[in-house]
Nanobody, 121 residues
Framework: VQLQASGGGLVQAGGVLRVSCTASARANSFYHMGWFRQAPGKEREFAARISASGTVTSYADSVKDRFTISRDNAKNTVYLHMSSLKPEDTAVYLC???????????????WGQGTQVTVSS
């Protein structure tokens, strides 16, 4: 399974940004997908996840009510729509795939390379 994240960039606090993760064909619909983030000097942390069918989602408290994860299995793509962005959301955002419904990084089998999101104050 290959994952390619894209869509990061620089945005002002309070702004909106959407990042995408495209999976190799036939892989996307078999896996639960997660978005994680890693800020400089900090550990990688869970942000959001979505079930293989797309019917169940889960969020970290730090992003709940601001971020929305979705997926389009026909396009093999998972999205993370981020709103009301804060400077503390600045990080590399990584998508990952897992056969286990989990928010733990070690339960994820495949990882994309990440995309940088920078929120200015």
């Amino acid at each position: 399974v290959q994952l390619q994240a894209s869509g990061g960039g620089l945005v002002q606090a309070g702004g909106v940004l959407r990042v995408s993760c495209t999976a190799s064909a036939r892989a996307n619909s078999f896996y639960h997908m997660g978005w994680f983030r890693q800020a400089p000097g900090k550990e990688r942390e869970f942000a959001a996840r979505i079930s293989a069918s797309g019917t169940v989602t889960s969020y970290a408290d730090s992003v709940k009510d601001r971020f929305t994860i979705s997926r389009d299995n026909a396009k093999n793509t998972v999205y993370l729509h981020m709103s009301s962005l804060k400077p503390e959301d600045t990080a590399v955002y990584l998508c990952a795939a897992s056969r286990i419904w989990s928010s733990v990084t070690t339960d994820y089998d495949y990882w994309g390379q990440g995309t940088q999101v920078t929120v200015s104050s």
